[in-house]
């Protein structure tokens, strides 16, 4: 069964960033990012290859104060799903059935991400002074925008083509999937717009300025031709009212979750360390009592009784006799640990395995691995001056996770060429642990008067993550900012 329910795996926020969305277009890849306030998450997309299976690796490096570390079993903390990739190729013909109106849902988001984030990068390029002095500002600006709206009306009528004698379940998932797309649409209009706000801020020049002027109303044309439509529906809009925008967000995010759930994949987690723990204990116990039989056997060889009476052997047999009943469970220990290490090196603490459901409810292994949390705690030197000999302890949680895709059987191709696994780790448990988000500082402003202020005291914390896959390797290093209130950035580490 699966152990989070599918409502937190989607997490009931706004549309994503197209930015986030969008993935590589072959190998492997991962990406490293504060979820929300208390998760960071890492997702590692996997090629798909009908023909052959794909192994890969995955570790996750996670360093704490060992202070301000909690050993709660970190299981508890780790939240972890698939999902296929959203396809990349469109589908042709007419939509007849709601897993083709589903999947053509999400190219069409997929194509309205991509529209949006071309239209960020060349406002970029504008703001960089990186762009064809031959070429019309206006034209090649707007061709994004326009590549969207022509993208959005026609997946309209698209998807609201009906064909005679349609179930109702149909009929309504159309509607669904219009008003879906429209919300789509309004997001990445308003990633352009907040490029467009950057380039007028930042670039002076008249041409860009003009540039600018013309494309922002297009954007107000589009975005008035969209919100019209979902007034005309009796939907909700985005009005510049807090309830409404809370409303209008709230039916976002379920829309998100209905139509991206038909690439999540179901998830079934079997827990090694468990299983293997009475034995081990058993091994372990078996080890231990039979060390201790066999010194006591060679002890006893001792004369007990001489002429000059009770040998000095009863003495030692009694001393070494409770010394080893005493010593018992922890040679019991010595050994369980020592066996649990070696069965976690080569089993892992938890198998996971990833089912694709087909709309017939045939159920397809898509991927399979072996998962395990390690904590070391290490002195670390002293940042300042090492040469002191100052140490201070650090704590490194490892996570690993090793699998490999599946094959698909001949003649029935994968619905996307990618899997996403997607793993989000809870660090609320440190924050109690840290001190207040703010200390106040005395300071003296430029007309000389001493003022008080307060100053934000945050905790850096360092974050690895390595992906393997046949020739392919990537890494990063990342610093992890936080403090009580929560997490707030991550950037890469400079070397």
């Not at 997490?11 to 197209?18: I, N, V």
């Not at 990012?33 to 090629?47: C, G, K, M, Q, Y």
């Amino acid at each position: 069964m699966r152990a989070e329910s599918r409502d937190d795996e989607h997490a009931a926020t706004a549309p994503s960033a197209p930015e986030a969305r969008l993935a590589p277009a072959s190998g492997c890849s991962v990406a490293v990012s504060v979820h929300d306030s208390t998760r960071l998450e890492w997702i590692a997309t996997i090629p798909l290859r009908p023909e052959r299976a794909e192994r890969y690796r995955l570790e996750v490096l996670l360093a704490f104060p060992s202070q301000d570390f909690t050993p709660r079993t970190p299981w508890k903390r780790l939240q972890s799903s698939a999902r296929f990739d959203v396809p990349q190729r469109a589908q042709a013909g007419p939509i007849a059935d709601l897993h083709s109106l589903r999947l053509h849902t999400l190219e069409v988001t997929r194509l309205l991400a991509r529209a949006a984030e071309g239209f960020r990068r060349h406002c970029v390029d504008l703001r960089l002074g990186q762009v064809d002095p031959r070429l019309d500002t206006t034209t090649t600006l707007a061709i994004w925008l326009r590549n969207a709206v022509g993208t959005l009306a026609l997946s309209h009528d698209r998807v609201r083509t009906q064909t005679v004698g349609e179930p109702e379940a149909l009929l309504r998932e159309r509607a669904l999937a219009a008003e879906y797309l429209s919300v789509e649409g309004l997001w990445a209009f308003t990633v352009m717009a907040q490029a467009l706000d950057d380039v007028a801020r930042e670039v002076t020049d008249a041409t860009v300025q003009t540039a600018v002027t013309q494309v922002r109303g297009e954007l107000a044309t589009a975005i008035s031709g969209e919100v019209a439509w979902r007034t005309g529906g009796g939907l909700v809009e985005p009005r510049p009212d807090p309830a409404a925008l809370e409303a209008y967000l709230f039916r976002a995010s379920q829309l998100k979750k209905h139509f991206e759930g038909v690439l999540y994949l179901d998830r079934e987690t079997r827990d090694v360390d468990s299983r293997v723990q009475p034995w081990i204990a058993a091994l372990a116990t078996a080890a231990a009592g039979a060390t201790a039989f066999l010194i006591q056997a060679a002890i006893l060889r001792l004369p007990i009784v001489t002429s000059a009476g009770i040998s000095s052997g009863v003495i030692l047999l009694a001393l070494a006799g409770g010394a080893l009943y005493a010593a018992r469970e922890r040679f019991k220990e010595i050994g369980r640990a020592w066996l649990k290490s070696g069965v976690e090196r080569f089993l892992a603490q938890r198998a996971i395995r990833f089912f694709a459901t087909a709309p017939n409810g045939h159920r397809r292994l898509v991927a399979h691995g072996r998962e395990s949390f390690e904590t070391t705690t290490t002195l670390e030197p002293d940042p300042l001056n090492p040469l002191l000999g100052a140490t201070s302890p650090r704590t490194a949680l490892r996570f690993v996770h090793e699998g490999r895709t599946d094959t698909a059987p001949r003649g029935e191709p994968w619905p996307a060429d990618r899997v996403r696994l997607l793993f989000r780790f809870d660090f609320s448990p440190i924050f109690p642990r840290l001190h207040d988000p703010l200390k106040p500082i005395a300071v003296v402003d430029l007309e000389g008067r001493v003022q008080v202020v307060d100053a934000p005291r945050v905790y850096r914390l360092p974050v690895k993550v390595w992906l393997h896959s046949g020739g392919s390797h990537e890494e990063h290093t990342l610093t992890l900012t936080v403090n009580k209130l929560g997490l707030h950035r991550l950037d890469a580490t400079r070397e």
